[in-house]
T-cell receptor, first 112, second 111 residues
């Protein structure tokens, strides 16, 4: 089944403890991206990747890192999480940048 | 950056009613997509519609790129249509492909 898989679904952590949210797609998509969703603000793009080793900042990249070493994986790294990064995070992919987007099921992160 | 505005922000319908959701954007875009976020939080792609009209069952969408708006029509609404509807626009500039979402329309369909 074609899908975008994020893990974990839920994560509670403490301020400053590094964490990684994984994202994997099995559709051989070139484009992958990360979003955060906050009440009243909709979805905001954090980072995106046009292909392996090609990444770029979205609207809200501060406090996040990404890497794209393989085509199928696009992990989101929070080196030193803070409470204002408590949010619902989505990973998405598309065949190429601008093509129809497919979303993962989301990761709800709480930073205390 | 580009502004994407959706209206109305909230909509409550009785089952069987029709509705129109609107998405306005402030600049030329390369494409536009509509998504439905169901009550469990899943985001489903409804339409990829940079221009023109598309239909999928009870849903249809029209984008008039020259006038910078898109409409999503829901006919004979069902309770399963409840959730948040987002439009998202893409601006391509050089190698950049940045996607901007509107803040959504919360739809509640009552039985």
């Amino acid at each position: 089944e074609a899908q975008v898989t994020q893990n974990p679904r839920y994560l509670i952590t403490v301020t400053g403890k590094k964490l990684t949210v994984t994202c994997s797609q099995n559709m051989n998509h070139e484009y992958m991206s990360w979003y955060r969703q906050d009440p009243g603000l909709g979805l905001r793009q954090i980072y995106y990747s046009m292909n392996v080793e090609v990444t770029d900042k979205g609207d809200v990249p501060e406090g996040y890192k990404v890497s794209r070493k393989e085509k199928r994986n696009f992990p989101l790294i929070l080196e030193s999480p803070s409470p204002n990064q408590t949010s619902l995070y989505f990973c998405a992919s598309s065949l190429v940048g601008g093509a129809p987007l497919h979303f993962g099921n989301g990761t709800r992160l709480t930073v205390t | 950056g580009i502004q994407v505005e959706q209206s109305p922000p909230d909509l409550i319908l009785q089952e069987g009613a029709n509705s129109t959701l609107r998405c306005n954007f402030s600049d030329s875009v390369n494409n536009l997509q509509w998504f439905h976020q169901n009550p469990w939080g899943q985001l489903i792609n409804l339409f990829y519609i940079p221009s023109g009209t598309k239909q999928n069952g009870r849903l249809s969408a029209t984008t008039v790129a020259t006038e910078r708006y898109s409409l999503l029509y829901i006919s004979s609404s069902q309770t399963t249509d409840s959730g948040v509807y987002f439009c998202a626009v893409l601006i391509s500039s050089g190698s950049a492909r940045q996607l901007t979402f509107g803040s959504g329309t919360q739809l509640t369909v009552l039985p």
